[in-house]
């Protein structure tokens, strides 16, 4: 009964983020007349705003809205790009967010783009030794190894774990530091719209939370099988 009730808790703290998230920006994605940028206007009224030279904006899938610090580029989903919501200019105040920390070589944002390249590598050649585990362990039979295939596994699942980790203060920076006080300063939002913008970035907030409990578990359940 405890490991069922644990279980669905469990299910509840990693899902229902994403659920809420997808809740608070469906809500405040309605247009608005007092709402007069769209996702792409705004992202490119901010970059010109705080002179980012070399960054665009493109469109991207929905729900894929990033800033790709490689090509310089805010992306925006296309439920948002052509969109005059509040959703959408608080989306593209986020992301031109990350830019700016790119302009301004942020130490959380250049060592996370450094773990991703590793992760990639090391999650290939985890995955590479656990498929090979098999066949490495009827040939050899050698404890010495079925340790370093371990070991090569474990470094995936790890190096996941601390890209979410480390991005979490990303994230917090880009939208309570930077996005929030660049609607607030520059009077885009009024107060009753500001709380609402926080609202949505708190939820989505949320969902980089349960992306980290996420892959803690999975580093969990690697390490007792």
Same mark, same amino acid.
């Given at each position: 009964?405890?490991?069922?009730?644990?279980?669905?808790?469990?299910?509840?703290?990693?899902?229902?983020?994403?659920?809420?998230?997808?809740?608070?920006?469906?809500?405040?994605?309605?247009?608005?007349?007092?709402?007069?940028?769209?996702?792409?206007?705004?992202?490119?009224?901010?970059?010109?705003?705080?002179?980012?030279?070399?960054?665009?904006?493109?469109?991207?899938?929905?729900?894929?809205?990033?800033?790709?610090?490689?090509?310089?580029?805010?992306?925006?989903?296309?439920?948002?790009?052509?969109?005059?919501?509040?959703?959408?200019?608080?989306?593209?105040?986020?992301?031109?967010?990350?830019?700016?920390?790119?302009?301004?070589?942020?130490?959380?944002?250049? %060592?996370?783009?450094?773990?991703?390249?590793?992760?990639?590598? #090391? !999650?290939? $050649?985890?995955?590479?030794? *656990?498929?090979? &585990?098999?066949?490495?362990?009827?040939?050899?039979?050698?404890?010495?190894?079925?340790?370093?295939?371990?070991?090569?596994?474990?470094?995936?699942?790890?190096?996941?774990?601390?890209?979410?980790?480390?991005?979490?203060?990303?994230?917090?920076?880009? %939208?309570?530091?930077?996005?929030?006080?660049?609607?607030?300063? #520059? !009077?885009? $939002?009024?107060?009753?719209? *500001?709380?609402? &913008?926080?609202?949505?970035?708190?939820?989505?907030?949320?969902?980089?939370?349960?992306?980290?409990?996420?892959?803690?578990?999975?580093?969990?359940?690697?390490?007792?099988?």
């Amino acid at each position: 009964m405890i490991y069922v009730l644990g279980s669905i808790i469990l299910i509840i703290v990693i899902v229902g983020p994403g659920l809420w998230a997808q809740h608070v920006l469906s809500r405040y994605s309605k247009e608005t007349p007092a709402i007069t940028y769209t996702g792409q206007q705004f992202a490119q009224r901010l970059i010109e705003q705080f002179q980012l030279k070399g960054v665009k904006v493109e469109k991207t899938k929905a729900g894929t809205d990033h800033y790709d610090p490689i090509s310089k580029c805010v992306r925006i989903g296309d439920n948002y790009y052509d969109q005059p919501s509040l959703t959408a200019i608080t989306v593209a105040a986020h992301e031109v967010g990350h830019a700016i920390q790119d302009y301004t070589a942020h130490t959380g944002l250049r %060592s996370r783009l450094k773990l991703v390249k590793f992760a990639q590598f #090391a !999650g290939q $050649l985890g995955n590479g030794a *656990l498929i090979a &585990a098999p066949i490495l362990g009827v040939v050899s039979k050698s404890p010495t190894v079925a340790f370093v295939i371990f070991g090569f596994a474990f470094l995936g699942f790890f190096t996941m774990v601390l890209v979410h980790l480390i991005t979490l203060p990303v994230e917090y920076d880009a %939208s309570f530091n930077r996005a929030l006080p660049i609607l607030k300063d #520059a !009077g885009y $939002l009024n107060e009753q719209e *500001l709380s609402k &913008a926080r609202r949505i970035l708190k939820a989505c907030a949320l969902t980089y939370v349960a992306q980290s409990l996420q892959s803690l578990l999975q580093l969990h359940r690697f390490i007792r099988r």
